[in-house]
């Protein structure tokens, strides 16, 4: 049996966690945290979820909640997020990290947890984006400088972060194909006189609107020919399970920094 804590289980991704958990039989919830200003603060996390009792209440102590888990799954936000990979660190519990827009250094901070604990994250959890990020890499290697690649993704109005960490992961990984260095050739904007595309240039645009789950089309533009691949989310709880399904597979695992291509045995 594996324990779990969510961070961020009142918010959209943290209760579509809370509520899915009840499905996997080798999987038990034992603790949900949320922001001390929360207004569920000591509710039943279950009814902020719409799944009735789970007898386990909304807590702001992670160290206490912690204490009872094996894994902390957590969607926060980025300087949360931080604080709690320091907390987990401390407490010798493995995590499972979904939260984006990570700067370099948050993201160096947490890898640094990673040589006492066994840290799980990816801006993306969805089996479907995952396999992309390997196709993308295969189709970057084959159409090499020839095609120009344009990445576009569209999230709801709420996302804070832009361009999404799905976009950016697939920027990297199809730049690292590419043996180009992304700060070097990213474009995240155009507007005026803005001359020929540069070759090496790989566009990231981003479109919010309304409830969008998430879309990502990846376009590889040759001559005479393009290739589009699109993914879209019609439901959190593709990443849901996705995160639940790395909570069980990092559990009792090696301190390491591991991503959802490790989950999935896609590496
Ligand atoms: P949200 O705003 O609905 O939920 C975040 C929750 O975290 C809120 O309820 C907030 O109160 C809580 N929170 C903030 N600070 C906290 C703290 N210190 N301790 C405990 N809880 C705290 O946002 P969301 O849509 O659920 O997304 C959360 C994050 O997950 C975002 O960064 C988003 O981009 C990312 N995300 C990742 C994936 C993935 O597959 N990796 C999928 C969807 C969203």
Not at 76 to 87: D, G, K
Not at 112 to 137: C, D, E, R, T, Y
Not at 197 to 206: F, P
Request: charged share 25%.
């Amino acid at each position: 049996m594996t324990n779990i804590t969510v961070c961020g289980a009142a918010g959209r991704m943290g209760s579509r966690i809370v509520a899915l958990s009840r499905d996997y039989t080798d999987l038990r919830l034992v603790g949900a945290v949320e922001r001390t200003a929360h207004e569920a603060k000591g509710r039943d996390v279950g009814h902020i979820a719409g799944v009735g009792d789970l007898k386990v209440m909304l807590t702001d102590n992670l160290e206490e909640a912690a204490g009872l888990c094996d894994v902390i799954i957590d969607f926060t936000s980025a300087a949360s997020t931080i604080e709690h990979a320091r907390m987990a660190a401390s407490k010798k519990k493995a995590m499972v990290i979904g939260t984006t827009g990570l700067s370099k250094d948050e993201l160096q901070l947490i890898r640094n947890h990673s040589g006492q604990i066994p840290i799980v994250l990816a801006p993306n959890m969805s089996v479907g984006v995952n396999l992309l990020l390997k196709v993308l890499q295969d189709i970057a290697r084959v159409t090499g400088d020839d095609y120009d690649v344009e990445i576009v993704e569209a999230h709801h109005r709420l996302k804070k972060d832009a361009p999404s960490g799905t976009a950016l992961k697939m920027a990297q990984v199809i730049a690292d194909a590419l043996r180009r260095n992304l700060d070097d050739v990213a474009v995240y904007a155009r507007k005026g006189l803005i001359g020929e595309r540069n070759q090496k240039e790989i566009g990231i645009q981003t479109v919010r609107a309304g409830d969008i789950v998430g879309e990502h089309t990846v376009l590889f533009g040759g001559l005479g020919e393009r290739i589009e691949i699109t993914h879209k989310a019609s439901s959190r709880d593709t990443f849901a399970r996705g995160a639940l399904r790395a909570a069980l597979w990092v559990a009792g695992r090696q301190a390491g920094f591991y991503d959802m291509q490790d989950v999935l045995g896609l590496k």
